[in-house]
């Protein structure tokens, strides 16, 4: 059986189905160069916000919240990234449901392994020895073996 759209309504099913279109400011639609313009500036933000959240994942905060801040950015014009929103909500929700029901010794050494990593790269980038040198301590392991 083949269904028939009409102005949204799926005939076969009688069913309606809302097809979602970006909402532009009006100065956007004028013209297509103002569109472009528009466009590639929603991606060049988005992107640069979810480029920042992605990066700031494995510290303490609001990573994953700029991650979704930066896709909800870029799904407002772009349909590929509304639909790896919903997607990477759901792994989300469902990544915390898990982690919830495991034993306390669990969650604990995965946070252990998360400090791990956020004082590994801090130590990388030379932030020890930065703050170190504050408080007049400049011991050789403090700094970064990439800025010597």
Do not use: K
Request: hydrophobic share 50%; charged share 10%.
């Amino acid at each position: 059986m083949t269904s028939t759209r009409v102005n949204g309504h799926n005939a076969a099913v009688g069913m309606t189905t809302q097809v979602r279109r970006p909402r532009r400011p009006r100065w956007a639609t004028r013209s297509p160069g103002m569109l472009a313009l528009y466009r590639t500036g929603v991606a060049l933000l988005g992107g640069l916000v979810l480029t920042l959240g992605i990066v700031l994942i494995p510290y303490p905060g609001p990573g994953w919240l700029i991650v979704f801040a930066g896709l909800a950015i870029l799904a407002a014009e772009f349909h590929w990234a509304r639909r790896l929103l919903h997607f990477l909500r759901a792994r989300y929700t469902a990544w915390t449901r898990w982690m919830a029901r495991r034993h306390p010794l669990l969650r604990l050494a995965l946070y252990t392994c998360t400090g791990l990593v956020v004082l590994a790269t801090l130590w990388l980038l030379n932030v020890f020895a930065l703050v170190g040198g504050w408080f007049g301590l400049h011991y050789p392991w403090l700094g970064s073996p990439i800025f010597t």
